[in-house]
């Protein structure tokens, strides 16, 4: 079965500083593996994506992705942050559960990101 | 713009009484799944349907949830009678047809408190 740790549960960083968020995962298979975004009150929005390919995925709102096979890490970075940047953040990986549909994801427990003006 | 749409966005009841929750897909969507979120727990998956019929319930408990897909807009999630433990937010998710790797939508889910 497959599993994902995030082990952070809360991080603070000042508004124009880098960010990186540990994700380490645990699957048999080349895994698909995705970071959500929720913030307070919302539903969950997809930052970004990894099934194969380039090892580094672009996301939205400046977020980046870096899939390290020899680690089972999928770590996510932002140059710098904003302040709308502050909200959870989950890592997931998805399971190919049958052949044209979408995979079952299970999910980290997440880590609340606060941005300090 | 194609979202998730669920109802109740909010919705407070007493122990022992029957909890209805509701989801519309995206159209065209052919998987939807419902999730569970709590502060203990974190996210867990509770139902995942495809094409409407029940793929994997493992993760309900059986005795009072049921999830149902009367038509391919809409998807139900059930309890009965319910419990102050299942106070939580219910997320349902719908998924597009194609490629295992696509990712879910997410509803903005319903607040469940049972008191």
């Known amino acids: 079965a497959q599993s994902v740790t995030q082990p952070d549960i809360h991080i603070t960083v000042s508004e124009g500083a880098s960010l990186e968020l540990r994700c380490n995962y645990s699957?048999?298979?080349?895994?698909?593996l995705f970071w959500y975004v929720q913030s307070p009150g919302q539903g969950l929005q997809l930052l970004l994506k990894y099934f194969s390919g380039d090892t580094l995925v672009q996301g939205i709102k400046g977020f980046e992705a870096e899939f390290k096979r020899s680690q089972s890490s999928f770590n996510l970075r932002k140059p710098s942050v904003h302040w709308s940047d502050a909200a959870e953040y989950f890592c997931?990986?998805?399971?190919?559960?049958?052949?044209?549909?979408?995979?079952?994801?299970?999910f980290g427990t997440g880590t609340r990101l606060q941005v300090t003006l | 713009d194609a979202r998730v749409t669920q109802t109740p966005r909010h919705k407070v009841t007493e122990m022992g009484q029957e909890v209805t929750m509701r989801c519309q897909p995206i159209?065209?969507?052919?998987?939807v799944f419902w999730y569970r979120q709590t502060m203990m727990q974190g996210l867990e998956l509770l139902a995942y349907?495809?094409?409407?019929?029940?793929?994997?319930d493992s993760g309900m408990p059986k005795d009072r949830f049921s999830a149902e897909m009367p038509d391919a807009t809409l998807a139900t999630l059930k309890i009965q009678p319910s419990e102050p433990r299942d106070s939580a937010v219910y997320f349902c998710a719908s998924g597009p047809r194609g490629v295992s790797y696509n990712e879910q939508f997410f509803g903005p889910g319903t607040r469940l408190t049972v008191l």
């Open positions: 159209l065209g969507h052919n998987t």
């Open positions: 699957y048999g298979a080349t895994p698909y």
């Open positions: 997931a990986v998805g399971a190919q559960f049958l052949a044209g549909t979408a995979s079952k994801l299970t």
């Open positions: 349907f495809r094409n409407r019929a029940p793929l994997d």
